[in-house]
């Protein structure tokens, strides 16, 4: 069984990979009425969050690290408050960045680890009215590609997990909603990758939902 702590697990994807019984589960919350000693609460972009993290992270004996906590924001750039850009890159961007540095030098202490990052598909394929969500998700994807390399002979893998619109609320305005993909099903998905991790090296998945 691995110790997994997920960012993110108010709702959609996180919420769904909080649910499996194979693995000891630790969750992250920004808010929350459900004290666990299984969870975290606190605000990513909380300057102070990141020492809670740090305490957290060795007390739990943390092997696998899953970023999945995220916003997302459609709208043309020159209407976007200066506020949602900050926030989007806080968010998508800086935030895991500096979580991703406080994991990474628990990981080389212990000589191992895995750290998925939730992406998306406009981290690879720029839409029009997501020019700040997409910047943010592009630079997601720039960070762990180089820190791939950088972490190479370190037992410490990364590995970068790029699907398409999933059914959570931040999709409901949808007109396509009931054929956007289950977040169950991807769940499913990344508990494969994590339990092959001994066999297969995956650096990087593109999930797209087939067309009938």
Avoid: W
């Amino acid at each position: 069984m691995k110790n997994i702590l997920i960012t993110g697990c108010s709702s959609g994807l996180g919420n769904s990979l909080s649910h499996n019984k194979r693995h000891n589960i630790f969750t992250h919350y920004r808010t929350s009425d459900k004290l666990s000693s299984n969870s975290i609460i606190g605000d990513l972009n909380d300057i102070n969050f990141l020492n809670t993290f740090d305490s957290f992270i060795k007390e739990k004996n943390i092997n696998v690290f899953i970023n999945n906590a995220g916003v997302y924001h459609s709208e043309c750039l020159t209407n976007t408050s200066d506020q949602t850009v900050i926030d989007l890159i806080n968010t998508n961007l800086i935030s895991p960045i500096l979580l991703t540095k406080r994991i990474c030098s628990y990981f080389k202490e212990r000589g191992e680890g895995t750290i998925i990052n939730i992406n998306s598909l406009a981290g690879k394929n720029p839409s029009s009215n997501e020019a700040v969500y997409c910047a943010s998700k592009f630079g997601l994807s720039g960070f762990s590609k180089s820190l791939q390399i950088e972490l190479i002979g370190s037992g410490i893998e990364i590995v970068d997990l790029y699907p398409g619109a999933m059914k959570t609320r931040m999709t409901k305005h949808r007109p396509n909603y009931e054929n956007l993909m289950d977040p169950d099903h991807i769940s499913d998905l990344i508990y494969d990758i994590i339990e092959n991790s001994k066999t297969y090296y995956l650096n990087e998945i593109v999930i797209r939902r087939k067309v009938k």
